[in-house]
């Protein structure tokens, strides 16, 4: 006969595990009742605010300090064709700066984003802790818990791929800046770094919009199915309203 495995755990030990569902019960609920509604009507004034409704989108355009060149001439050909051989040197243009005005917007929307992320783990912590022991009878709660938390990670996901492909930004912008400053007389280079700009300023905006309806998704979710997610097996239980 098989015999039973048993974890022995002290209880100074459960103790601490026991403190730390205690107080996690505690965030989710200032979470909850207090910080999303709070993060909702702060979201819905920001993107109502003028530094997200910009109607021309040129007045975001950073000015390039990047000289551009007289047109060749005979003589300039013959000493390109010298400086080639040489060492290639450092464009002339000087120091370029970020474009200030997108900068201070995504100052607003990463933390936006991270703080999201943030509370998307909380939620997924303690529905997964809420979660009880597997065995036969009435398991409808449970299910109601893993699709709350399944629909929650995909939600966090999808932020954090925002997050990524806001920072793929940066890069592309800067790839496009270099090639601007080395390739002085191609225009289009130019044209591309406005172009980069104006497409973070309207993927930022989509963004923040994503955070605020997201954060609506949550609470709703959570409020309609409040009584399954924390007492999924319907026991007489304490819940936390």
């Known amino acids: 006969m098989a015999k039973a495995c048993t974890l022995k755990i002290s209880p100074a030990n459960k103790g601490k595990v026991d403190g730390f569902c205690t ?28 530094v997200f409704n910009v109607k021309d989108l040129t007045s975001l355009h950073a000015e390039l300090n990047i000289p551009i060149p007289d047109p060749p001439t005979p003589e300039a050909e013959d000493t390109k064709m010298e400086t080639d051989k040489e060492e290639k040197k450092a464009p002339k243009c000087g120091f370029l700066k970020e474009n200030e005005k997108l900068q201070k917007i995504l100052n607003i929307v990463l933390p936006e984003i991270r703080t999201f992320r943030e509370g998307c783990a909380l939620i997924i912590t303690w529905i997964s802790h809420l979660i009880p022991k597997i065995e036969d009878g009435n398991d409808f709660g449970v299910s109601v818990q893993e699709k709350v938390l399944e629909r929650v990670t995909a939600i966090k996901t999808k932020m954090e791929t925002s997050q990524t492909n806001l920072n793929k930004y940066l890069t592309e912008r800067g790839d496009a800046v270099a090639k601007a400053s080395k390739e002085t007389h191609v225009m289009d280079y130019r044209a591309l770094v406005h172009d980069k700009d104006e497409g973070a300023f309207v993927d930022l ?22 009584e399954k997610i924390a007492n999924p097996k319907g026991e007489d239980k304490n819940t936390m309203y």
């Open 23 to 50: 107080n996690l019960n505690n965030q989710v609920q200032g979470f909850l009742s207090e910080f999303i509604p709070e993060k909702i009507q702060h979201l819905d004034n920001l993107l109502k605010s003028d």
């Open 205 to 226: 905006k989509l963004i923040l919009t994503d955070v605020r309806n997201n954060y609506v998704e949550i609470f709703d979710i959570i409020l309609k199915n409040f």
